[in-house]
């Protein structure tokens, strides 16, 4: 039976690592960009950003299997208004790209890269000559035991090709090992380095993208998990879950409070949605809330037989 000092220890110690995760769970996700496209790039920040509702879609290939399409892996692209979201959350930092930055190239670093690269090189093909005499020593070692010859003849074959192996080998660059860095250590995300990090938001702000980022938003904080609905004509898939465990009820279809639709759009897309056997929400942004909210008006369509 554990005494009251011991039981105040273990509550003590089970409070400490409650706020140590959730310290964990704040850090922030940075984001890159290439062109408009926000990136993820991290596996911890994929992870919590899926904990935060967050999808994407994985468009990078793997490393052991770079020649196929059917799973794929880092980057994580995440649609516009997940990024966005993110940001305003203040769990996101935009990294700036700094490849325009400065065009001028400091021929010193330059100069080491190089010379970083001619040691790897030497030293790949001292450990490659290394592993071909290995087992050229096996190679002759097992045709001598099961040979009759005599064992001086051997030796000095095995020495005329370790000699010939010195002299002829050669390794090719075309098979050398270079080392890609995808991250920087050392950065932590205090508020001065976040301040630093920040970035302006690259990605246009017109009518439609705010009308599909205030709909994403609303869908989000009613708990819904939303992924792109591209496939199906439509602006985003909703799912009462994880995606990886459930399937999509609704296809979002994000317009304006003034826009008109033509009635043969309304049909397609109500019917496609039949087919597919999800609903169609017709979504519009309306008036501001009293709690800085603007509210999210939402129309169903669903396709039904004629009688």
């Known amino acids: 039976m554990d005494s009251p000092q011991q039981?105040?220890?273990?509550t003590v110690s089970r409070e400490d690592a409650s706020k140590e995760s959730m310290a964990n769970s704040r850090h922030v996700i940075r984001i890159n960009f290439c062109g408009p496209t926000p990136l993820m790039w991290r596996a911890d920040e994929l992870k919590s950003a899926r904990e935060l509702g967050i999808i994407g879609t994985l468009v990078g290939s793997l490393a052991r299997q770079p020649r196929q399409n059917t799973r794929l892996g880092r980057p994580l692209e995440l649609l516009p208004e997940e990024g966005r979201l993110l940001?305003?959350?203040?769990?996101a930092a935009v990294i700036p790209d700094s490849t325009n930055e400065d065009p001028e190239v400091n021929p010193e670093q330059v100069e080491q890269y190089h010379a970083g690269l001619e040691n790897s090189f030497q030293e790949q093909g001292a450990m490659a000559l290394e592993d071909r005499k290995t087992t050229l020593l096996r190679v002759m070692t097992e045709k001598h035991n099961e040979d009759s010859g005599s064992q001086e003849n051997s030796d000095g074959a095995v020495r005329d090709r370790l000699e010939a192996l010195d002299h002829g080998f050669s390794f090719p660059r075309t098979a050398m090992a270079v080392q890609l860095c995808t991250a920087r250590a050392g950065l932590s995300h205090c508020p001065e380095v976040r301040s630093f990090l920040a970035a302006d938001w690259l990605i246009p702000r017109d009518e439609r993208?705010?009308?599909r980022f205030r709909v994403f938003r609303d869908l989000r904080r009613q708990g819904f998990y939303l992924t792109s609905a591209g496939k199906f004509g439509g602006d985003y898939l909703v799912y009462p879950g994880d995606p990886l465990r459930f399937h999509a009820y609704f296809i979002v279809v994000c317009i304006s409070m003034d826009e008109s639709m033509p009635l043969c759009d309304v049909l397609a897309i109500a019917r496609l949605g039949s087919n597919v056997k999800k609903t169609v929400?017709?979504?519009?942004?309306g008036e501001s809330q009293g709690d800085d909210r603007e509210e999210v008006v939402y129309t169903s369509l669903q396709w039904s037989g004629m009688v």
């Open 7 to 10: 039981k105040i220890t273990k």
């Open 87 to 91: 940001a305003e959350m203040g769990r």
């Open 209 to 211: 993208s705010e009308t």
């Open 281 to 285: 929400l017709l979504c519009s942004s």
